[in-house]
């Protein structure tokens, strides 16, 4: 079992490292797509696309009138804290664009009570795990 998940672990780190070689060798001249199922991940498009566009936090924090600092507590904790204004500050300094960008808005399901920042912080949790579960689902186990 343990090895399962070792293997599962290895298999994620491989995957962002072939991500992040992805992004990193992409062509310059050409747009990269980046898409995400969930406005919560919006965090990952904007490192995903200081990757791509090979620039550093600093180099980012000038483009976009903010500092380094500031760039680097963003990325770390995903852009909790980061006002609306700077997140805009950091897409245009990415040139990043929307394209065919549809938003589900299901009336008849529409909460109606206030949501806790705790509950926002577990959907995030459930949605992270639910991956992992559905990596774990897909694990094929090595016969030896």
Known sequence: MRRGVAQCHLDKLKAEKAEYEMLTSHDSQTPIVLKIDDIGYLPD???KARIAAKLSEKEL????????EQIKVYEKNDYQ???????RFVMNA??????GGEFLVPLDTLRRTPITKEELKSSKKRAKSQE????????QPALD
């Open 94 to 99: 990415l040139d990043i664009k929307m394209q």
């Open 61 to 68: 924090a000038a483009l976009c009138g903010l500092t380094e």
């Open 45 to 47: 498009i904007l490192i």
């Open 132 to 139: 992992v579960v559905n990596e774990k689902k897909n694990f």
């Open 81 to 87: 804290g980061a006002s609306y204004l700077d997140v």
